[in-house]
């Protein structure tokens, strides 16, 4: 059964620092990987998806990889900002099941000014 | 482009009642989702429809019915609300199957 988990639960950092959200899964068969952020309250934004073709993929501040043999998958965030503060979700598309994403229960990351 | 768009955004039921969330979106988009979000336990499944006039069962679809009748309305639907149906609703969009989700901002409800 994929099972989906996200380490640390929770991280405080300074503003600027560079920092490292790990997602890992069980089962490498994975069709697809897509990190979230949610704000407090609100719904979650899609940051990137990478197909199981696919080593990585970048956004501004933000570069996510996959490595499916070791079935891990992560956020890396540069230059940190207050405004990154959020929960931070990954999930993963189960290729036994391939409607169903299996969800992490997300790293809260707070970035202090 | 408004992308997903729940109503509403608030609600608090008593035991017993029904109600309907609706799930909206302009994007064209064939996959519709309904998840719940709980402390602790993350995003679950609980109905999803693969195309207009399609449904299907997700991991927790007891209480719930939805339908599709439109492309672009997902309907979710408490026949009768109980405590343990308080959460927080989401929906989701995606165009074709393994491109990826859109949501929408999520609708809170409170069963007391």
Known sequence: KQEVTQIPAALSVPEGENLVLNCSFTDSAIYNLQWFRQDPGKGLTSLLLIQSSQREQTSGRLNASLDKSSGRSTLYIAA???????TYLCAGRDAG???????????????NP | N???????KFRVLKTGQSMTLLCAQDMNHEYMYWYRQDPGMGLRLIHYSVGEGTTAKGE????YNVSR????NFLLGLESAAPSQTSVYFCASEIRWNYGYTFGSGTRLTVV
């Open chain 1, 80 to 86: 940190s900002q207050p405004g990154d503060s959020a």
């Open chain 1, 97 to 111: 099941n391939n409607r169903k994403l299996i969800w992490g229960l997300g790293t809260s990351l707070a970035v």
């Open chain 2, 2 to 8: 408004a992308g997903v768009t729940q109503t509403p």
């Open chain 2, 60 to 63: 927790v679809p007891d209480g």
């Open chain 2, 69 to 72: 009748l439109k492309k672009q």
